[in-house]
């Protein structure tokens, strides 16, 4: 199985709401990623998890709390999101083999969630 | 900033010729990687290149990397209408493994 899934594939949500963005791989990987993506824009990372424990955090805004509880889920958690954070959010995962290492790893992709906040 | 920028931004080609997309990038890296994006979907690694490698092949594409000018390149050669898409470079800042930077994109639509 070389699928990364992420559920909801769309997200429509108030400023007040909390939702729950999900993304799950069976490959065995130790690495997972969150990334946002504006229209006509390049992927932004946010978050980094190593082997379950959080390893980069790009100056993320609060609202958007990363979470994941093993080593084949990772979870997004918003709330109180403002309608400039409406985008398509990315999950992806490596190996994890680089840690430490330097060298980059091949991504694997999720489809992404687009979310839209009113 | 960002640590690639592409050109053409854009690129529009008949099915059959070649695409040619160019990536810079600003510090030392230890590999790029290229990735392509249908539109409104997940990104799809395409190929990886060392920063120890000159050249490197994989089907229709052909990536150089010329790290004395921190660029690359990804040729595609005869190109075909499920090539149009959004092509990525990527490299990490030499700081660990995991922080990927992906640079400005180039829009290639090819006409069937």
């Known amino acids: 199985d070389t699928e990364v899934t992420q559920t909801p594939k769309h997200l429509v949500m108030g400023m007040t709401n909390k939702k729950s963005l999900k993304c799950e791989q069976h490959?065995?990987?130790?690495?997972m990623y969150w990334y946002k993506q504006k229209a006509k824009k390049p992927p932004e990372l946010m978050f980094v998890?190593?082997?379950?424990?959080?390893?980069i955090n790009e100056s993320v805004p609060s609202r958007f709390s990363p979470e994941c509880p093993n080593s084949s889920l990772l979870n997004l958690h918003l709330h109180a999101l403002q309608p400039e954070d409406s985008a398509l959010y990315l999950c992806?995962?490596?190996?994890?083999?680089?840690?430490?290492?330097?060298?980059?790893?091949?991504?694997?992709f999720g489809p992404g969630t687009r979310l839209l906040v009113l | 900033s960002q640590q690639g920028e592409e050109d053409p931004q854009a690129l529009s080609i008949q099915e059959g010729e070649n695409a040619t997309m160019n990536c810079s990038y600003k510090?030392?890296?230890?590999?790029l990687q290229w990735y392509r994006q249908n539109s409104g979907r997940g990104l799809v690694h395409l190929i990886l290149?060392?920063?120890?490698?000159r050249e490197k092949h994989s089907g229709r594409l052909r990536v150089t990397l010329d790290t004395s000018k921190k660029s690359s390149s990804l040729l595609i050669t005869a190109s075909r209408a499920a090539d149009t898409a959004s092509y990525f470079c990527?490299?990490?800042?030499?700081?660990?493994?995991?922080?990927?930077?992906f640079g400005a994109g180039t829009r290639l639509f090819v006409k069937a």
């Open positions: 990527a490299t990490d800042l030499n700081t660990g493994g995991f922080k990927t930077i």
């Open positions: 490959m065995g990987h130790r690495a």
């Open positions: 510090t030392s890296i230890n590999n």
């Open positions: 992806a995962s490596s190996q994890g083999r680089a840690r430490g290492s330097g060298r980059q790893e091949t991504q694997y």
């Open positions: 290149i060392r920063s120890n490698e």
């Open positions: 998890y190593s082997y379950e424990k959080l390893s």
